[in-house]
């Protein structure tokens, strides 16, 4: 493979046509350009996604509006949610991880290359059957139809009664697809790190990006086959007239709750944690200090990613579950913040005393500190019981996790292409839309999602397609629809400042930032093989060792 | 093209870390069961909330000998990969094609099974919540053991070939991890369906 490689670089690149180039592509193996597939892919689903997004706020802009029918609304939030947590967030994630976990922890691959490209294709073309899904899913006798039974498919909603056509199938299988994508690229994940580590890397001085790739690897074998699981029994429901969710025959709609949120609520600290390792990365770099507390914060994770499998339940408190559940999924809940919060704490830790440098990466991971407290906060509000009856369903709690998603884990994954781009493309992002991007994107996100709370709490329920004038909503609404078009603007500039800089930004060097993990020790963007020869590490920064030979961390291990 | 890093003092000598096709294994085996336990707790939850009949009481045979089948393969598996270890081909295949006999044994127990079921209970997938769950669990169980008898029967054509020797010893290894697996979740799935669900 790498002797392969090499032959093509050093051949003159312009003989080559483009469909030799696509080739390369489309056979590749290397865990770099999986990587940038899954995260071009990711973004393509990430502007799909966002128009949906668009399409649904237009729609409640003000009260009557007749921009789109119930039915078209229906598939769009479905569609929205669906697209943005499987085929933008989780792709992405995986993306980075794939580029990065290999280059931080001196390996010149995944450990199984193969499989990790069939995950890749497995979650493409997941994502391409749910969108054909808008072409077949009424099959041969109607018009098209995208699913629209909600992100999380509830019975019997997903019946065969209730949604006839395909629509529901697609999206069954799309996400079947996809599921065993995610398995396999977990899989590799984790015995990359465990069986390919350099020499010296002992975990004890492995970066955190790789530590928690590695927890959030282990939660989604233990989280995503439950939904694939699901999604089995939900085929044979469909197909095979099986009646695991069909309440007429015995069955049970509330067991397919639990059933998708088991693997729902761990799904969103599988996305957040790889965002936890972006930002212990970032935070150390431009405050030019070690992370604070590094054991702590590996405990801190491996406590949150066992917690975090025992609260799905407040997912469903208005269900009607009784007390001890009630009060045990409380318990749980509340107790995740322990050591998320103990986590907070060590990256200020980390900022404390530190020569900060308001970089755009920097200026994300700040960003993503304080709105991922918020977020926190309101959910510990909402993990009250109580407090729940009253608000489940309303736009306070789409309020509370697009600050999760947004607020905390698209302005990390921000903070990470900025921080990254350099290493993956050889060149700087511009700084001056970098500010830009960051600046527009954070007034959009409080515009929006700050003030989508307070219809929450006014009682607007989620996934209603009209509302009523006079009932205090309106304003609000037409101000989180500015807010999305702000956004909007905002991703615009960084799509453009990402193509911009590709072609003419300020060539990035090995180590732009002065950095300290391995990734930065090989050239930008690094060579087929990743390291001339493995590296050895004594610390856990290695790069810091090279520069400073006087004073190398090895000595205080 | 890429500036060597650090080969600073203290770093050990030794530096030996795990099999990466067992750690690959031992995750896929993590994931499996977890979609085990699933279909486990459906099948649990749903005991005795079928609203017609038959029940597993009626139906049900413990098939006692086929689990013995499939539960002693899991020895002859071991010690086939003992004998490749060792280069002893004659031994290895003999037990790897025994193995596969007995594998194959459970699965036409199974076979059996439902076809009784079908043809003289009128049992199928559709009729009740035990049918959906009953043929969910064991189908989805003797799936993984189909699964399993395709790649030990390539790796005896390929023993038969003569390119399965000791130093794929490892690999082998790998697989015979899975085989224990698929008897192990037989172990829940015998106690869960023929035990605890009658």
Sequence with gaps: MSSDVMAIQSADAAVRSWTEVLHEWVTTVDHKRLGVLYILYALFFLVIGGIEATIIRIQLVRPHNDFVSPQVFNRMFTMHGTTMIFFVAMPILFGFANYLVPLMIGARDMAFPRLNAFSFWLTAFGGMLLYFSFLGGSGLYGAGNAPDVGWWAYAPLASRAFSPGHSSDYWTIALLASGFGSIGTAINIIATILSMRCPGMKLSRMPLLAWLNLVMSGMVLLAITPLSAAQLMLLVDRYLGGHFFDTQAGGSATLWMHFFWIFGHPEVYVLIIPCFAFASEIIPVFSRKPIFGYPVMVGATVCIAFVSMSVWAHHMFTVGMNSYANSFFTITTMAVGVPTGIKIFNWLGTMWGGKIQFRTPMLFCIGFLFQFLIAGLTGIMLASSPFDWQLSGSYFVVAHFHYVIVGGILFALFGAFYYWYPKITGRMLNESLGKLHFWLFLIGFHLTFDLMHIPGLLGMPRRIYTYEPGRGWETLNLIVTIGAFVQGIATLVFVANLVISYFKGAKAGNDPWDAWTLEWSTSSPPPAYNFASIPTVASRRPLWDLKHPEDPDMRYE | ?198
Excluded at chain 2, 62 to 86: M, Q
Excluded at chain 2, 133 to 138: A, D, E, G, P, R
Aim: hydrophobic share 50%; net charge positive.
């Design chain 2, 1 to 198: 093209m890429s500036a060597t890093t650090t080969s600073l003092a203290g770093t050990p000598l030794a530096w030996k870390l795990p099999y990466r096709g067992r750690v690959g294994m031992a995750c896929l085996i993590i994931a499996e069961s977890a979609i085990f336990t699933i279909f486990v707790v459906a099948y649990l939850y749903y005991v005795g909330k079928s609203l017609s009949g038959p029940t597993p009481r009626e139906v049900l045979e413990t098939p006692i000998f086929y689990t013995i089948c499939l539960l002693s393969s899991s020895l002859t598996i071991h010690f086939a990969g003992k004998f490749l270890e060792r280069g002893k081909r004659g031994a290895f295949l003999s037990l790897w094609l025994l193995t596969i006999v007995l594998g194959g044994l459970f699965m036409y127990g199974t076979g059996q099974e439902w076809h009784r079921l079908i043809y003289e209970h009128g049992l199928t997938i559709s009729t009740n919540l035990f049918g959906t769950t009953y043929y969910s669990l064991v189908g989805l169980h003797a799936f993984h053991v189909t699964v399993g008898l395709i790649m030990l029967s390539i790796v005896l054509l390929f023993g038969l070939a003569g390119r399965v020797g000791p130093d794929q010893s490892a690999r082998v290894d790998v697989l015979s991890f899975y085989w224990h697996f698929v008897d192990a979740v037989w172990v829940v799935v015998f106690t869960v369906v023929y035990v605890l669900g009658r």
